[in-house]
């Protein structure tokens, strides 16, 4: 059990595309999904934390017109990254924590989502 | 605010030897603590948790102890095999609904037959 899915796995798109996201909890209801970004050969870093049926709480530093995450469902979050450019180029990993029960101060994560501008 | 410290590597060792990755945090409360792993091209992987003091999480012949008193939740396997090759990440979350996890900056693991 406890598994979150993330599509697609990944995506090229030319520089000025939007590009969407989605993270799907499949077995489990999560109020709290994360999304990270991890650099090559660098730590993840938090990049926001989205609320199911509220605006998403962004970390200092990280575009909120830019990275748009809406969290429509109880099993569904979705990152947009809009105006896409090279330096957006990414691994992109979300992660659900459960609502409640004994895996409630765990964190599951998609096998993420290898992004690639032109 | 909590953080996580973990040895930078990368670790590179010849298969059957000993690993131990060190892993210390800040945290106000008391944490969970976690261990996670990525092999390549992949994505995160838990390894091992543990959720209060002396607690000790184990998983494929891999041992982490939640020290309190130190702060630590050091990586060990006894007998390291070329499989084990990754990257090996220490975090922390606290036990509150809603909080994300704090990475440690991860650690490169290379063994070699």
């Known amino acids: 059990g406890a598994v979150v899915s993330q599509h697609p796995s990944r995506v090229i798109c030319k520089s000025g595309t939007s590009v969407k996201i989605e993270c799907r909890s499949l077995d489990f209801q999560a109020t709290t999904m994360f999304w990270y970004r991890q650099f090559p050969k660098q730590s993840l870093m938090l990049m926001a934390t989205s609320n199911e049926g509220s605006k998403a709480t962004y970390e200092q530093g990280v575009e909120k017109d830019k990275f748009l995450i809406n969290h429509a469902s109880l099993t569904l979050s979705t990152l947009t990254v809009t105006s896409a450019h090279p330096e957006d180029s990414s691994f992109y990993i979300c992660s659900a924590r459960p609502l409640s029960g004994g895996l409630y101060n765990e964190q599951f994560f998609g096998p993420g989502t290898r992004l690639t501008v032109l | 605010g909590d953080s996580v410290t973990q040895m930078e590597g990368p670790v590179t060792l010849s298969e059957e030897a000993c690993l131990t990755i060190n892993c210390t945090y800040t945290a106000t409360g008391y944490p969970s603590l976690f261990w996670y792993v990525q092999y390549p091209g992949e994505g995160l992987q838990l390894l091992l948790k543990?959720?209060?003091?002396?607690d000790k999480g184990s998983n494929k012949g891999f041992e982490a102890t939640y020290r309190k008193e130190t702060t630590s939740f050091h990586l060990e396997k006894g007998s390291v095999q070329v499989s084990d090759s990754a990257v090996y990440f220490c975090a922390l979350t606290s036990n509150q609904a809603g909080t994300a996890l704090i990475f440690g900056k991860g650690t490169t693991l290379s063994v070699s037959s």
């Open positions: 543990a959720t209060k003091a002396d």
